[in-house]
């Protein structure tokens, strides 16, 4: 028994099954013909995903692209990014507050010991004279945060608690902006200690001198620096990396100024070079830092992001809010450099998942399985760096043509086109017939003895006569040599009726090879020359330098030599144009001339002529309804007994292949 199947209403959250390699090359099939690149396709594919009929979808690159916008944008209509130093403004008012309520604190208990006679008298009175300095100094403050921050450092906090609020306000910008060197400490900046802060500084000292180094063309001694310092630049494998990482890290400050306004920015700028005014020393070794890098490289990406929302940030949440930005302008730029499947490897999944969730991740990983299945399967081989189809791949394209155009048509369109000759037997019908000399012996024995029965009446012996024998009837197959004469001029190309024409030319041999694989079909192109190409270049066919003009001439030429070499009565010329013939050939040199001059379509139709003498029927099909182009096609016709047709480009495919069906098959009556 079967287990049960449950079904729900589709919400758009259930995953599909992943398109396989035949849905993939489908998707492809178009692009490849269109330009006949299997990289550029693969590229688009990339680029855009694929999704069939059935509903499987393969998000592209494009999508991911769009996830990654959609969560910037996010996050800038979500904060207000003056919120920040409104923050440091509020630390620091706090922090004065504190000191103004203990300073009176101290006061209250010094008059209360006075008081008391725990202490004499000059005590209290000089608590308050210390009181009333402090409380003048804390009036004196700048309301700016920098100057405040200036002021507060060269100050003698009286309440311990104020003191501690204000240098683990300090510890912790200092962290923020000491953060591009420090992003593997083990211990907090808010907990170095002096020791630790002596590091920092040699630290500083040995990148200041391999900086240097380099600039004056010395090789630096980057093993000893890794050796010494490099679990604060985790990845960095060499001085360049480690360059490159503190710059994209630093970019991280330079951004959040940028995003500010001039007056904000000053702010913020006054208050950096204010935290690091009671370690001179480091200040120096930062400052040197900044002027090295300057030389050696670009300034770090500083992006200015336009914040419109209403949340408030710290300073920590701002810097890590910038960090996340970068790197979701990172990743946008890594997308965007997408031009193969080597670039796909180089987008890390886990960067994906963090910044857009599991599902982008799973996507990402989906396109990168891509190119596997269709090598897998077949359809793509590595030559060298490149990617290329497989004759499998042209097959499978030819079918796929094949199927879009005729599964416009209906039925009743097939069959009950006459043919002048007949040939070997094909496949047997329903109906039967009185045998005549030649047919294929294909007995049906009940009318047989039925005709004797009613010659001759009842009894036996039943005896027969050549005149009693019936067969059954067979649907007759003839050979036919066709050459499809393909206008490869660049009107076909400007006015988008190359594409079809190619998929007409796969189609019709994928027609032939599956249904009449004694038949002979060559692929001819035609502009300024003409040129046969096989059906395995077919999808790679692309304008060149020689598509100028219309050389019906040269097309011409080459079919009849090509069906030459055919010893069957069948041979015709297919031929797809969207203009009169505006080139000839003049020995071997082609003539060009617009408009077309008298002796192009002379020649032109003397051409046809011999064809006509050669027994080779050719049937055009016009793409364009000038009355120059259909002039010609008449004088043509009348020549050589084909036919003409005009058709649309998207209408072109079911004209051809359905005209030739019909000239393949006829019932032998």
């Known amino acids: 028994m079967a287990p049960p199947s449950w079904y729900s209403r589709w919400d758009g959250s259930q995953r599909l099954d992943d398109l396989d390699a035949d849905q993939l090359l489908e998707a492809m099939s178009d692009d490849i013909l269109s330009d006949g690149d299997p990289w550029s396709a693969l590229r688009r594919l990339f680029q855009r995903g694929a999704r069939n009929p059935d509903g499987a979808n393969l998000p592209g690159l494009q999508d991911l692209l769009n996830r990654l916008r959609r969560q910037r944008q996010r996050q800038l209509d979500r904060y207000d990014l003056s919120s920040v130093l409104d923050d ?64 507060l450092q060269s100050y003698e906090f009286m309440d311990p608690d104020a003191h501690r609020l204000f240098w683990e306000l300090m510890k912790g910008l200092q962290q923020q902006m000491l953060q591009p060197f420090l992003s593997n400490m083990q211990k907090a900046l808010g907990n170095m200690t002096p020791q630790d802060l002596e590091r920092m500084r040699e630290m500083m000292r040995d990148l200041n001198r391999m900086l240097q180094d380099r600039a004056e063309g010395r090789e630096p001694d980057f093993e000893a620096f890794k050796q010494k310092w490099g679990d604060h630049f985790p990845g960095a494998e060499n001085l360049d990396q480690l360059m490159e990482q503190i710059g994209r890290q630093s970019g991280q ?50 992006r200015r992001y336009n914040f419109r929302g209403d949340d408030d940030l710290t300073m920590k949440q701002a810097m890590e809010l910038m960090d996340e930005l970068r790197q979701l302008d990172d990743l946008e730029r890594q997308i965007q450099k997408v031009r193969d499947p080597n670039d796909l490897e180089k987008i890390d999944p886990q960067q994906v998942e963090q910044l857009l969730g599991d599902e982008a991740k799973q996507d990402l990983e989906r396109l990168r399985e891509m190119t596997k299945k269709l090598e897998e399967a077949g359809y793509l081989e590595r030559k060298g760096d490149r990617l290329e189809l497989t004759a499998r791949a042209i097959r499978k394209i030819g079918d796929k043509a094949l199927k879009d155009i005729f599964g416009h048509l209906k039925r009743d369109r097939f069959g009950g086109h006459a043919i002048e000759r007949r040939g070997a037997g094909g496949d047997r019908t329903d109906q039967s017939k009185p045998y005549e000399f030649g047919d294929p012996f294909l007995l049906e024995l009940r009318e047989t003895l039925m005709n004797a029965v009613e010659r001759n009446g009842a009894g036996i012996p039943v005896r027969l006569t050549p005149a009693d024998f019936e067969v059954a009837r ?19 190309i400007f006015n988008g009726c190359f594409l079809p024409a190619k998929k007409v030319a796969l189609a019709l041999n994928a027609l032939i090879r599956g249904q009449f694989p004694r038949d002979s079909l060559h692929i001819v192109g035609f502009s300024l020359y003409a040129r046969e190409f096989s059906a395995a270049q077919l999808p790679h066919l692309a304008p060149g330098e ?44 082609p003539e060009f001339a617009y408009p077309p001059t008298r002796r192009t379509l002379q020649e032109t139709l003397k051409e046809v002529q011999r064809c006509t003498r050669e027994g080779i029927t050719i049937n055009t099909f016009m793409l364009e309804q000038s009355h120059a182009l259909a002039a ?19 209408r072109l495919g079911e004209y051809v292949l359905v005209d030739f069906v019909r000239s393949k098959r006829r019932a032998v009556s």
């Open 88 to 151: 440091i403004k509020q630390k620091l008012d706090t922090i004065l507050q504190t000191e103004r309520e203990g300073i009176e604190r101290r006061v209250a208990d010094a008059t209360e010991r006075a008081q008391k006679g725990d202490a004499p008298e000059s005590f209290r009175e000089a608590m308050q004279r210390a009181a009333a300095e402090h409380k003048k100094t804390l009036d004196e403050m700048p309301e700016s945060p920098a100057g405040r921050i200036q002021s």
């Open 474 to 492: 067979t649907e007759t197959q003839t050979h036919a040599a066709t050459v499809l004469m393909l206008d490869m001029s660049r009107s076909m």
């Open 253 to 302: 400050i330079q951004s959040l100024l940028s995003s500010m306004s001039p007056g904000q920015r000053r702010q913020l700028q006054d208050m950096m070079q204010s935290l690091f005014m009671q370690d001179e020393r480091l200040e120096a070794e930062l400052r040197q830092l900044g002027m090295n890098l300057s030389q050696l490289m670009p300034p770090p990406d500083a």
């Open 632 to 650: 010609f096609v008449e004088q043509m016709t009348r020549i050589n007994r084909g036919r003409a047709f005009f058709a649309t480009s998207d």
């Open 546 to 589: 020689w598509s100028v003009g219309t050389n019906m001439h040269a097309g011409f030429q080459l079919a009849r030599q090509l069906l030459a070499r055919h010893k069957g009565g069948n041979k015709q010329v297919i031929m797809i144009t969207d203009g009169e013939p505006t080139a000839h050939m003049e020995g071997t040199e």
